[in-house]
């Protein structure tokens, strides 16, 4: 047992940690503050900013690392690229600089997996530049999505063409203006067996047919530019090829992206709430109320401790997870995927809402980025499957250890 | 010992129930779903609907009725008035359309027991009229306003004048045009006793001066018609006439405001929560995953069940308080009025965001109510002195009986 | 609304207070303390002054008090008999000496609805007397017992005898030597409708085929001299007129007993949270660390206050629930009855552990009377039916509010 | 990083758990469910059993495994003990037969790291040996002894003799009657620096003076035949030779003694809780109620998961923390070592009490170890320094990283 993390990953952490100090962080903080200055405006365009630093960071390589390829992506395991994504995911604008940004990594990596040779040509590798973006379109918003079984969209084979009908919700990044690509799963052929009626299609955001009705918010935030976006297709045609994998494949592919883009975001929200962390230790000492620093007073530090212990718990189990992801591959890591997408969200959760608490009424307000973390985390407490349906794996294979695995689903 | 409200509070409640079911909730409901509709924009000044419907309940003789006064309010008593409250509460429209919204509720308790002859003509007369609004300065940006005695702002009394200076924030109310006074509270005089230094004065908004620097965001939100504003005072000169009850009244008048205000929104925010759990219930009911309604899933029924549990007891506790701030004044009611601060808001926020998580997606966006109603609870456990400050109180309260008061101020 | 307790029960209030201080507080406290001068043993023989001190308090009219009937109680209705069973229950004794313990309460009131009158005459009349001591035997070791249709234990009719068959556990009191009579529920028709099928049976305990298998522990204590027995009935045979009221009716009966059993459980929880609070502020304000008293140290504070909000809300609604019982019966408090059963011993639970760990290494000993206390409380969390059987009965009658009956069942 | 354990230690995992399986569990169960068929009775002589079972885990070199050292014990790493202790821990009597358990392993360090030759061959070999055991005597009965500098405790040098006067208690393992050496801490030079003003004594038990006062109860438990005494040292004299490593020293060890016992126990705690999950999930499996296995009832799966993912990650945190003692030694592991000692006793007294909940009554009796264990776990929220003290600990070095060390004190 070894908990030292390899020296390329460390390496590869000082220059994105120096990046981020040196391009990132300063800027954004600035942007944020901002909206105090003017009437507040939805900024649906990306800054000029955004590109410049995209290149920078493509020039020195700190590019695509997500991806355990050494041709496309760094080559480095899940479990290297642990802490690189945690430090990425303290701000919400490097993700994207670094080209390791969801849903485009998760995306990518469908590509990767499943993609034929013109599928790679014509998505993966604009992609893996950074010309375009692209939204994954699951969820709908008439049906519980929690159960993907419930899916309502369709998308039927009549002879060589696929035909897409059906409304999407919670599209992350139809906002951005090179948003080119979609995927867009839907049920192809009800008298399969049930996880195999399902395909994966790439529909170019272009295609006739396709409509962004409307963009959500969560818990008041537009995310702007990036969005996320409610979109119909409304009988799409196109051809067969481009059904990722062929036609019934859409849950094992499904399955296949949602482990690395579920870690992903654990890792992103590690580094979250390890920021919050340190904001609320940095207040807590240089705030004074009753004639004591705030560290002082209450119970206090005993949430900082409480923080602390819950951050480390919950980062060891991400890096065991991606372990066992580089090891034993998603299959055999199902139940510890299920496990960090409740326990980090929720942490991260609990622990800027203690951050805000100790910022007072600031810690409400667009003076800090905390309302914006917090929504985060608390929307991954929905993306990516409930917590509820994440309990219920982490249950189902637990029991089936006792019973067989009809009666462990229950 | 009597559970059973008075017979005049349930034909109030009756009346105000009607009035809410057939001229705001479903304008509300669709004013809020227009947000899809449209670009997003900052509506800042109020819709031409909510002054007709204000003159509808004023002439229907629901107004005012927070004001235990016969002849200006209806002279209900706290207990009396709770459950209106918590009817009110359910909607963000209501309080107001009401006149019963804070802060000027507060800001009308304030005048009606500190103000002069003068002081009742110019601005309390205009407020029970629903005419103007008005906002509370008191907390500040640059120091920890928990501790109230680490106020910056000054009032300094120069001859017949009072010469005001420095920045208030989180003063809700300015961002509506009709935001025409302003109470601001600041250092007189440093060497009285601590809780003799301050004093309130009435300040014109118009006065030269006085200048709303921007607004703040809670969660993301600007809460607009009303907002959150950040507002400077720079040599704003006054005549001594413009302070309330005399200089360095301000604790005592604060004291006397908050216990009322603070009263007023946990009976609003039982109201949210109450409308949280049947938000729950009507989706668990109505939706179905994996073959069954949500509410026949994993632990979908004991969240119901605890929820029901921590409202009722929750709105047992409000009651009781408001008995005894009828009873005993708001100084025999002193350890109940932060017991509720407390309680109430985590509850709130316990209940919406259980009922957020329900809904899934759609729960953290704009289709729903739930993530105002969720930041309006949360905003409430720091508005009004911290859920730290107020178990503060309560704890000195209670040590109080086994020490002398000193020692049990720790 | 009124929160003012009526004057007599004031009255009887200050006359247990009184009684409690002067003659039982110290001594049991000097009982447990004995605990470390001898080897253990267990005392399954009440002491003599117990014997002594009811004579005295039924002699001083503090007898019954329970009972809302005139002649046989004292008349109190269950929102007066409140406070007296609060105080009571911080006692573990004073309840037996006032003869309002349970077991003995719910079976007085099951033959006071239900019993014939020569059931009254021969086992009544003696308990209400405090002259013997009875058992409720109704939970099974081989089944889960949360349900009580599960039940395997069986009442069969032969001519006119019943024939009574099963093994039941956790009857407490068993361990009396007076304990002299059990209620004995078990299944007579299997055919007849669903909660039609058993029959409460009341059975001499020197009844031929009566055995004390061994006694239980609870947490490890034996709980002497009352304690928790297993007790099995093999082929005992009872006239037919042993039955209380009539073959069948059993689960109608049970209903009625639990009402008042488990709010009477509740209400003397809240006595046990409040001393456990009262000790916990004596500990914090008398015992010095790191150069502070404890009430000084961290979240202690906090604790303390949180506490006193938790009782204060499960208190009012015990109280509610009385209410509800006295003006419209067991059936119109079904859901408050569950809720309390619920609330109050998660919240006992809670405060007497913080009271424990304020109290440090002390707190888990014999010095103190909270570690019996906690299991007290922890016993009640399954008692009387668990927490999750009662959340369901919640949920399910909130979710009525919405969906019709059956599917509130789910 | 790597997360596979080394060879050797899981070859030790499986020949331990080989004997636990053949020679120790089964035994075990059938001790306590002899509780039912007898009086019950006090066993502090322990069964001769023990002795043969501790001669074949010796003659299987099953034996002394937690020392790091080569000649003296199995030379594992801290992190490669961990799954054994772990496994150990699932057993109340197997950490005494592997002769590793509580307090002699800490006792045994001391000596190992401290002792003199003398002391070494006096009183480590026949521990090492298991032929004898031994207390540790620090907390006393009238201080707050989580601040050890309250200590009263006396160790005065007077010529060649050290003479000590004083009341422990808590000392476990007093009750064995071989328990033949106490070591015993107190203050020996006031007028030294606060961490230099006290001594640790090897004192012999059959001293004059030494007196064991009394056996403390936890939680209603005796834990005999081991037990937790107090003890009285009165005008005890004995050569200076037998201050282990020399007047003023006791703290500097004290902290070294603690770091291995306190992740001794949170090993041997996470064994516990993996016990607990295993018991509920049998439970849930196998038990019926409502016509459904307990496991498809309510929030059963979920709080299934919620404990897999507790035990998950306090694990991951104990092996990082052994890690880190193992690379840094136990410096480099103060937060560590105190977030273990918070993280896994609260963690494992919530999944037994989970596990105790599932099991209806039965769980809350001696038909099951549950109510044991979770006792167990509850002492160590407060043993070897109660949560408060350790989050303390925690939050200091946190802060510490923004402020400087005094400052970081509080």
Redesign the interface.
Known sequence: ??????ARSKDYLERIDAFMREHIEEQEEKARLM???R??L?QWTPPPELEQLKEKARAEGLWNLFLPDDEYGAGLSN??YAPLAERMGQSFLAPEIFNCSAPDTGNMEVLYHFGSKQQKDDWLMPLLAGDIRSVFCM?E?A?????AT?MEATATIEGDEVVLNGVK??STGAGYPNCDIAIFMALTDPTAHKYAQHSMVLVPMDSPGVRI??M???????DEPSG?GQISFENVRLPVSAIIGGPGRAFEIAQSRLGPGRIHHCMRLIGQAERA?RMA??R??S????GK??????????????A??AI???R??V??CA??IDTKGVLGAL??I??IK??VPNMAQGVIDMA??LH????????FAL??M??HA??L???DG???V???????L??A???DRD?AR?
């Not at 047992?1 to 390899?6: H, K, L, R, T, V």
């Not at 959500?216 to 537009?222: E, I, K, P, Q």
Request: aromatic fraction near 10%; proline fraction near 5%.
């Open positions: 047992m070894d908990f030292e993390n390899s909206m105090f200055e009437d507040p939805y479990v290297e969820t918003p049906v519980a999505s929690s159960d419930n919700w919670w009705d409307h959500l918010t969560t818990m008041g935030y537009w996320h962390l230790c940095e807590a000492t705030r004074v109320a009753f620093p705030l560290a002082n007073l209450g119970g206090n530090r005993e949430r900082i401790a409480d602390r212990i480390e718990q919950a060891l189990l890096l065991k372990w066992l139940s510890e299920s496990q409740v326990a805000i608490q007072g009424g600031a810690g409400l307000s667009n003076q309302p914006a917090w929504t608390r929307v407490r929905l993306a409930p917590d509820e994440h309990r219920g794996v982490v249950a189902r637990e029991l250890k006792y019973v009666a229950g």
